[in-house]
């Protein structure tokens, strides 16, 4: 194998080795905002638990006074 030829095959290597971190970097950042976005979804839908629980006890079926 001639030396350019080696040359050339390093260099797809190191680009190929920098595109494969830069993925990897992407790919944690992501499940990372995931996550977050799980946590604050649960903690939404707790929020919305809770206040319909705090409303004024009719049933569900029930028609508001002003039908």
């Not at 970097?25 to 979804?41: H, S």
């Not at 839908?45 to 028609?63: I, K, M, N, T, W």
């Amino acid at each position: 194998m001639d030396e350019a030829r080696l040359i050339e095959i390093e260099t797809r290597i190191a680009w190929q080795e920098d595109a494969l971190r830069q993925l990897s970097d992407a790919l944690a950042t992501q499940q990372r905002d995931i996550e977050r976005l799980q946590r604050l979804c649960l903690a939404l839908q707790a929020q919305v638990e809770a206040s319909g629980d705090r409303q004024r006890g009719l049933p569900a079926d029930e028609r508001p006074p002003h039908y």
